[in-house]
Nanobody, 125 residues
Framework: QVQLVESGGGLVQAGGSLRLSCAAS????????MGWFRQAPGKEREFIAGINWGGGRTDYANSVKGRFTISRDNAKNTVYLQMNSLKPEDTAVYYC??????????????????WGQGTQVTVSS
């Protein structure tokens, strides 16, 4: 069982930065692929970034590649999402998720077993 709690969301102007954190409980965090998803009003939940067990492999949606960076610290049971050059279209609720079926990074939300409650990111123009 893994419990996830996101933090770091907020209101930022276009071009600004935010760093999201996702703290996980449970002894098996390091054996979970971690992903970040987002959901804007009226839209489906979309994959934006994923990281494998050891952090040596990452995957990004084209919409955020080059602007967002996912990382993890297994000693702290935490995964991060550094978001730079934010745009108004990045406005959404951001969720972290854990996939215990790894080791490959999946872009499908149905492959993730555990989810955080979400944190709101709002980018003003």
């Amino acid at each position: 069982q893994v419990q996830l709690v996101e933090s770091g969301g907020g209101l930022v102007q276009a071009g600004g930065s935010l760093r999201l954190s996702c703290a996980a409980s449970g002894r098996t965090f390091s054996r979970h692929v971690m992903g970040w998803f987002r959901q804007a009003p009226g839209k489906e939940r979309e994959f934006i970034a994923g990281i494998n067990w050891g952090g040596g492999r990452t995957d990004y949606a084209n919409s955020v590649k080059g602007r967002f960076t996912i990382s993890r610290d297994n000693a702290k049971n935490t995964v991060y999402l550094q978001m730079n050059s934010l745009k108004p279209e990045d406005t959404a609720v951001y969720y972290c998720a854990a996939d215990g079926n790894g080791p490959y990074i999946s872009r499908s939300y149905s492959d993730y077993d555990y989810w955080g409650q979400g944190t709101q990111v709002t980018v003003s123009s």
